[in-house]
């Protein structure tokens, strides 16, 4: 007897196939049962291929039928953020809309009318960028929001596109050891963790690095607490260890890393063709042992030194290679022990078992890019203990090149990135912003620093629209909100944003008329590009610009179309794809561009804020505002079900930081910094590291009994990431004391 | 199809089992429970990193977390059928155990008498309930819908008296055993134990 897990419809129940595309990264296959137009439940849709539904997406009805669900629109009465407010029709929003665009167009210009979007669906995150273009607006690049820092360090190494450069630490049929690096997949990716998982059933050996013992801790061969920040120095420790004992993989460097290539002595630069008058004067030079002398790095037949020290027509250079090896000299596992507070003798072995490991996965997550100010360092840090050991994988890269450009036929917006537009907002700089327009963007409780956010940029603004299900901590703040249709009740294309999930491409199908009177995205920016007199903007339906984003001809979508993704999940077609696409074609450990700032190797720099810093003396304790695990971001903290798993917010500290100041396990704490302060019940729990706090993330001002977790956090911007991506949010990177307190 | 000698049962795999919740969700909406589910989620203390010590920077010791998806047990002799005084509680065919809500005058005598606390009053109802394994899905071959949604496909179901059947070969292969076996009512439900870590910090 075999039981089925295909889906059980009842009488009178249709079923559509759709996703949830909920931010999580994942994009879970949806079996969507409706009754007479009411979505009666939802049901995993054609997993293994696209993953597993989880109890938020579950909840999905949940959300649509919320009762709090905003009905209609509706203006300020009151004062900002004072919660008053008076129904419109949506006539009377998009005319006082555009009324005040154009009026502040007038005073500041119209790049002072600022965007913002959060969202996993390609058409509605383009909308905004588009609009914003065809208003010849400005469009707040949202991935500093703790997500940015990976890019930085993986456009650099890789030359891949967002998350994509996870796929090459851990695309491997069967590693034999999976390394985890401040990750907790097993509550906030199921997806990833599956894989990892089916990984340690074949008989691999998990180990994993966290200041936290998470879900995926527990389920390791080895956990590894280190100290927060401090990921880099490992990476370094570790490879000052496989290079020491020569296990290090000599021809995977030489083959596809800039390893063989010649940096000169006295500007850090690449050695190039033009240094010495050659020919190829764009080509990068290597050290051939064979004629002992300079060669362009593509000569047939050279053998390309990795080691010593030259002088190729009078400049004194070293391959990448030997300057990662003197680097990487310094950093012993004693030095690494004193950095990391992990054993000397656990540095060596875990080095020494990863460069034995045939292959070894490497899986990071943001606890090491928001952990640090410097969290770039510490991704370049472990994809080049990647790449001196040959662990890196080219199978499974299969970007899809949908058409990002069709919303930009009336222009294209100006682009300020999320902390620039800080001070944007406060002091006109790149450019005024006095209005802005936050589509499903929780501003408030997302971004750092809230008493900034409420106490400087919400007073900068002249006029706020938020765009949103439900009435935010930051709809409170806008002056006009309207209501938008849920996942449910209007089309979008889902494509893979890679970070370890699956490659496949997915419709997001109408399944329910929306409730009372909200639009959908193209809706409202349609309706709203009449009022302001873009002639023929948006004026087709969301199935004519899905068929428009498959039609680019590029070879990933061939034989993908609107028609085939509504019965299920496609993947790319296969294409070619480059093995790297940086500059030199290589995996590049070695960037020219972040020579002025002492980074042109992934060294180890203290955080912003570190442990050990002077600041430490005041606020000793690291504060972290991990990922949840049964909510995501804010989204379902108003779900009744999900709030019986999980009920509120609580501050983890360790017994030892707990008893240093008369902290119990449920006592109201207040944690505070010069920035703000946050109340709240403590949990007093092994789990978490000495010297180290978290509180899950995503909660709202509401939630606590005072203040709000980001009145901890700061908004300082990184140079380095401004050179390759965009500066990103060093959320965990926050200094702060904690205290017993009471209610007010 | 005769069901007469059959044994359906819930066999979870702990190893795997991340403690998400999902199957506690899917029980509330496949039964639409307005609060409580099924099946609870318990873990090794109060809260989930409750085990051990880390007192020292980089020397913690036994830390540990495990996770138990917790629902009717479906005993061979089921103490909250005893308790029951109107008999809404009962063995049905393939043993599982079904609670008769037109029979059920919501007396609450059953729940303390469950050692796992597997039964609890639901007000949507205003009514006690339990997992009867989907026994609706399962007369039409359907797999319970915990199952179904499970995660990390950490939940199996069949007939654990069948030796050929897959849950039957998980707990042989595994070594999945009933929880608190000593209570002797004779649970059903079979846990395969998670496979011991080396070298944990």
Known sequence: ?744 | MSEVNKRYALVIDMDRCTGCQTCVMACKVEHNILKGSGIRMDSNGTNPHNTGTNTAPGKPTGLAMHYRPIACMHCESPPCADACPEDAIYKDIGGIVVLDQSKCNSCQACIPACPYQAVFYEPGRDSVFKCDLCSERVKDDFEPFCVVCCNQDAMYFGDILDPASRVSQIIAGKSAEPFRAQLKTGPGTHYCPPRPRRDRG
């Open chain 1, 1 to 744: 007897m075999v039981f089925s897990k295909l889906t059980r419809t009842r009488p009178g129940e249709q079923v559509t196939r759709t996703v949830c595309p909920l931010g999580c990264g994942i994009g879970c296959g949806i079996l969507a049962h409706t009754r007479n137009g009411v979505l009666t439940r939802v049901e995993p849709g054609d997993h293994p291929g696209t993953g597993r539904i989880c109890a938020r997406g579950l909840c999905g009805p949940n959300l649509v039928y919320h009762p709090d669900r905003l009905k209609y629109p509706i203006k300020r009465k009151g004062r900002r953020g004072e919660g008053k407010w008076e129904r419109i029709s949506w006539e009377e929003a998009m005319d006082t809309i555009a009324s005040r665009f154009k009026e502040i167009t007038g005073k500041y210009g119209s790049s002072s009318v600022a965007f913002v979007s959060t969202g996993v669906g390609a058409m509605t995150n383009l909308l905004t960028v588009g609009f914003a273009g065809a208003c010849q607006g400005t469009f707040i690049l949202p991935a500093g929001l703790g997500d940015s820092a990976g890019p930085c360090a993986d456009q650099g190494c890789f030359g891949s596109f967002m998350w994509f450069g996870e796929d090459y630490l851990n695309r491997f049929d069967i590693p034999a050891l999976c390394l985890v690096w401040g990750n907790n997949p097993a509550e906030t990716e199921p997806f990833k963790w599956r894989r990892i998982r089916e990984a340690t059933e074949y008989g691999a050996r998990l180990i994993v690095i966290d200041p936290r013992f998470t879900t995926t801790a527990s389920k390791a061969d080895q956990y590894l607490p280190i100290r927060r920040g401090t990921d880099a120095a490992l990476a370094l420790g570790m490879m000052h260890v496989i290079l020491k004992r020569e296990l290090h993989d000599t021809s995977f460097i030489a083959t596809h890393t800039v390893g063989p290539f010649l940096v000169r002595d006295d500007n850090g630069l690449f050695l190039r063709g033009s240094d010495i008058g050659l020919a190829d004067a764009e080509s990068y030079l290597v050290w051939d042992e064979t004629t002992r002398g300079p060669a362009g790095h593509t000569t047939a037949g050279a053998s390309p030194s990795l080691t010593g020290s030259y002088r190729a027509g009078g400049i004194a250079c070293r391959p990448a290679f030997q300057r990662l090896a003197d680097m990487v000299d310094e950093y012993t596992p004693a030095r690494v022990t004193e950095i990391t507070e992990l054993p000397a003798e656990t540095i060596t072995s875990l080095a020494i078992e990863y460069a034995a490991a045939k292959p070894a996965a490497s899986y990071r997550g943001m606890g090491c890019t928001r952990g640090s100010f410097h969290g770039d360092l510490s991704f370049r840090a472990i994809n080049t203990l990647a790449a001196i050991t040959g662990n890196i994988s080219f199978e499974g890269h299969t970007t899809v090149q949908h058409d990002m450009a069709l919303f930009f036929t009336h222009g294209f917006p100006s682009f300020v990135t999320l902390l620039q537009s800080y001070e944007a907002i406060t002091a006109g700089n790149p450019h005024p912003i006095k209005a802005l327009w936050l589509a499903r963007h929780n501003l408030v409780n997302q971004d750092p620093n809230f008493n900034k956010i409420t106490g400087e940029l919400i007073p900068g603004l002249e006029f706020i629209v938020a765009v949103d299900m439900f009435m935010t901590a930051t709809a409170m703040y806008a002056d006009i909100v309207l209501p938008v249709a849920s996942f449910y009740e209007f089309d979008d294309l889902i494509v893979p944003i890679g970070n370890g999930s699956h490659p496949y491409l997915q419709l997001q199908q109408k399944v329910i008329e929306p409730l009372y009177e909200p639009k959908s995205d193209l809706d409202i920016y349609s309706t709203l590009a009449k009022r302001l007199g873009l002639e023929g903007y948006l004026d087709k339906r969301d199935e004519d610009y899905i068929r428009t984003m498959l039609a680019t001809g590029h070879p990933s979508l061939e034989g993908i179309t609107l028609e085939r993704l509504k019965e299920g999940h496609m993947p790319p077609a296969p294409h070619e794809v480059p093995d790297f696409a940086t500059a030199s074609g290589r995996l590049e450990f070695y960037c020219e561009r972040l020579l002025h700032l002492g980074q042109e190797l992934p060294v180890h720099m203290e955080p912003l804020e570190s442990s050990r810093s002077k600041l430490a003396d005041r606020y000793p304790l690291s504060f972290s505002q991990t990922h949840p695990k049964y909510r995501l971001h804010t989204m379902f903290t108003n779900i009744a079900w999900i709030r019986e798993l999980d009920p509120g917010p609580v501050l983890e500290i360790n017994p030892v930081d707990a008893a240093r100041r008369g902290i119990e396990d449920g006592d109201l704490v207040r944690a505070y910094n010069d920035r703000g302060e946050v109340r709240l019940r403590a949990e007093v729990c092994p789990g978490i590291r000495p010297g180290q706090i978290n509180v899950c993330q995503g909660w709202s001002p509401g939630d606590y009994h005072a203040g709000t977790h980001q009145a901890l956090t700061h908004e300082t911007i990184n140079p380095a990431h401004a050179v390759i991506y965009e500066p990103n949010s060093a959320f965990y990177d926050v200094l702060a004391e904690v205290e017993k307190a009471t209610d007010e």
